[in-house]
């Protein structure tokens, strides 16, 4: 069964960092482009970013390019969201998704809650 | 820019239901495919495929939801509403870079 379980949420001050974790079970992991969408408290959900199965590519949306890294860890079959420089309109539960051509399995989500 | 017009829709268990959405360029690609994804998210859950290129049911997804379109105008039907289809529902295109999606349309049930 494909499985992908995100951790490392949090609550964090602004203009502090946080690494989210998603560690992905049931498929070849290195075979699939993989991507964070985010939903913010009662509202819709925002593509954040992507990459390669290979990881060589990299793609982000501008709300948080040049804050954001995405990586990944093909001995682990993990994806990371490295995020720096919070803001407060970062708030909001972070989804890892598997592309299967377009985001065919997602993960139950993380939390990441930005306040001081 | 993706959009829903309909925000919520209350539909008779038993009775069809329609969601619209309109894209402000075409999603049809040089291959021949169109872009256009519909998603489905229950309350405190992830969002889930339903369908995928516009008329293609993902794995698993009733034979009631379906999907129409091209270019820019885009519809997602249910052919019988029942009450497990409460969620709200997003369409989303894959052509451009960002991915983006609609606001959302809000199915409950009467």
């Known amino acids: 069964e494909v499985q992908l379980l995100e951790s490392g949420g949090g609550l964090v001050q602004p203009g502090g960092s946080l690494r989210l974790s998603c560690a992905a079970s049931g498929f070849t992991f290195s075979t699939y482009t993989m991507s964070w969408v985010r939903q913010a408290p009662g509202k819709g959900l925002e593509w954040v970013s992507g990459i390669s199965g290979s990881g060589v590519t990299t793609y982000y949306a501008d709300s948080v390019k040049g804050r954001f890294t995405i990586s990944r860890d093909k001995s682990k079959n993990t994806l990371y969201l490295q995020m720096n420089s919070l803001r407060a309109d970062d708030t909001a539960i972070y989804y890892c998704a598997k592309v299967g051509g377009t985001f065919d399995v997602w993960g139950q989500g993380t939390m990441v809650t930005v306040s001081s | 820019v993706m959009t829903q017009s309909t925000i919520s829709l209350s539909v008779t268990p038993g009775q069809p239901a329609s969601i619209s959405c309109k894209s402000s360029?075409?999603?049809?690609?040089?291959?021949?495919?169109?872009?256009l994804y519909w998603y489905v998210q229950k309350t405190g859950r992830s969002p889930q495929l339903l369908i995928y290129?516009?008329?293609r049911r993902f794995s698993g997804v009733p034979e009631r939801f379906s999907g129409s379109g091209s270019g820019t105008d885009f519809t997602l039907k249910i052919s019988r509403v029942e009450a497990e289809d409460v969620g709200i529902y997003y369409c989303?295109?894959?052509?451009?870079?960002?991915?983006?999606f609609g606001q959302g349309t809000r199915l409950e049930i009467k």
């Open positions: 989303m295109q894959g052509l451009r870079l960002p991915i983006t």
């Open positions: 360029q075409s999603l049809l690609q040089n291959d021949g495919k169109t872009y």
């Open positions: 290129e516009v008329f």
